[in-house]
């Protein structure tokens, strides 16, 4: 070895943790999907459901049966009735809201786990200028009247018609909503 090998720093040894994944990623993979503004400023984006009741589609897993959306709600009353085979998840990002059935309240930063097979009444009380709310929704939601009877129900493939035409009135286009469905 020379001197000035011999007074060469070694070379600075690679933090693997730094190096991103050499392999291919699996064929069948569906792509990811990142949505930057998960509450939207461009109304348009906003699917109606009733007068100053709207959700945003993030995520609709034609495949599994299942969606990822927010909801927004500026008024207050009774939105739903409703009944859930499988389970649900909910991260309340602005104001709040209750069930009927329970004692609790869903507030700002609160996540809330609903069982499957329960019944509740979703409510935004008065004081609540808007509420806005991330839910995960996991097979269908069953609409019933107090005694149980079915009124309706949606599921991936309602919410997905409804976003078509919401977005194809708009003028974004009956496909927009492809980027959202997985």
């Not at 602005?94 to 930063?109: F, I, N, P, Q, T």
């Amino acid at each position: 070895m020379t001197t000035a090998e011999q007074r060469a720093p070694a070379p600075a040894a690679v933090d693997e943790r730094w190096q991103p994944y050499r392999k291919p990623q699996p064929a069948e993979a569906v792509p990811e999907l990142v949505v930057a503004a998960a509450v939207p400023q461009d109304e348009r984006l906003w699917v109606p459901i009733e007068d100053n009741v709207w959700f945003r589609p993030l995520l609709l897993s034609a495949s599994s049966g299942y969606w990822m959306s927010v909801l927004r709600v500026r008024r207050a009353g009774v939105l739903s009735r409703h009944r859930h085979p499988q389970p649900v998840h909910g991260y309340v990002i602005k104001g709040s809201w209750r069930y009927l059935e329970h004692d609790w309240v869903a507030s700002e930063g609160g996540y809330v786990y609903e069982a499957p097979g329960e019944t509740h009444t979703l409510v935004v009380d008065p004081h609540v200028d808007e509420m806005i709310t991330l839910f995960q929704v996991n097979g269908t939601m069953i609409y019933v009247d107090p005694d149980g009877a079915v009124t309706g129900f949606d599921d991936v493939f309602t919410r997905i018609d409804k976003c078509r035409a919401h977005y194809t009135a708009t003028g974004l286009g009956d496909r927009f909503i492809d980027q959202f469905i997985r």
